[in-house]
């Protein structure tokens, strides 16, 4: 599933139409929900499971459509701090990581009926993880790691009106900050404004 998102999101790319467009500019904000598994380590002789965990967020992003199916999109995301705890030889291990990032993305999209798109997107993401993993009054590992990768998506936008949307996506992010943790899947839920 992960590997085939980048080549549907190229396909709808292809095959939007150009057309004119009235309302090229498009403001957003919503929430999301990311699922990550964070990668099996070993620290100071301790060896931690692969364990995962799905936590809510938040993003903004704007966009500039270049016709009314092809277009450029920025979006700044934050998660919530993935919690977990997990059994170690030396006791119980807690962990705790954020991501935020930004993506930049090609959009296409097409129209169902008269109040419903769909659209993919396909470009690139630069994140930054910050972790903490500690077995009580004892620190495991920590730190703050980037990382960049492509990144993958498909949604659905339904009108509210003329200027008014909301939107559901499903995202693919390729990194995994040095193997620590695995390639993030995301989804949102968005309220949209266009001029």
């Not at 085939?4 to 500019?25: E, I, R």
Request: glycine share 10%; proline share 4%.
């Amino acid at each position: 599933m992960r590997k085939s998102l980048p080549f549907l999101a190229a396909g709808l790319l292809a095959a939007s139409p150009v057309l004119a467009n009235d309302t090229p500019v498009y403001f957003g904000a919503g929430f999301n929900i990311t699922s990550v598994e964070l990668s099996a380590r070993t620290a100071q002789g301790i060896t931690a499971d692969a364990r995962s965990d799905t936590t809510l967020g938040w993003q903004l992003h704007a966009g500039y459509m270049f016709t009314p199916n092809i277009g450029l999109e920025g979006r700044a995301s934050r998660t919530g701090t993935l919690r977990d705890r997990s059994s170690t030889s030396a006791g119980d291990l807690f962990s705790r990581v954020t991501l935020d990032g930004f993506t930049l993305s090609a959009v296409g999209e097409l129209p169902v009926i008269d109040q419903l798109d769909v659209f993919a997107k396909l470009g690139w993401t630069w994140q930054s993880a910050e972790s903490r993993f500690e077995i009580p009054g004892v620190l495991f590992d920590q730190g703050k790691t980037k990382d960049n990768g492509f990144a993958a998506g498909f949604g659905l936008r339904w009108h509210l009106t003329r200027n008014w949307a909301v939107t559901g996506e499903f995202e693919y992010l390729h990194v995994d900050f040095r193997n620590s943790l695995d390639e993030p899947l995301r989804g949102s839920f968005n309220l949209e404004y266009r001029f």
